[in-house]
């Protein structure tokens, strides 16, 4: 079974971000742009609520953030579902640790997801993501390296993306505000 989302990610300039656009709309098949509001709680999982363009879902990814590889649960909820959604977990007690406002745009590069995304007050990342299975998590990930040398742009260390997400996680109703 294919539930270990595989992904390689990182941080580039609004320049790179255009750059990759034009040529992903090229070189790949366009999937979808979607604008995406994510609230993250807190909780001992990376739980999740999300509204996108087309519905609205829970989210959990086992594991830490920013990992390789982590198994994902998803459940989808209609699009008006989402402040049910929040007004379920804030009674079970949880608090929205952190709100996310992101525009993506969805590439199918060969076999390859391509995701360009703008985070506002977070910024530019590339990511490139493939399911595997638990056995070949490792060989996934080499290929999606690869791939990314392919279209020439440095992984960013997850030590950066700690960096930055706790940077985010401090100040984010500041940096929504300011951009």
Known sequence: MKNIEVEVRSFITENQYKKLKKRFKKEAVFIEEDEQITYYFDSKQDLRIQKNNNFSKIWLKKGKIHDKYREEIEIKHNIEDFEKLEQLFLALGYKVEIKWFRKRNTFKWKDVVVVLDYTKGYGYIIELEKMSTEKDKEST????????????IAITPKSEFDKKYQHYKKNWKQLIREV
Do not use: F, G, S
């Open 141 to 152: 990930l080499d290929y999606l390296k690869t791939k990314m040398q392919e279209i020439r």
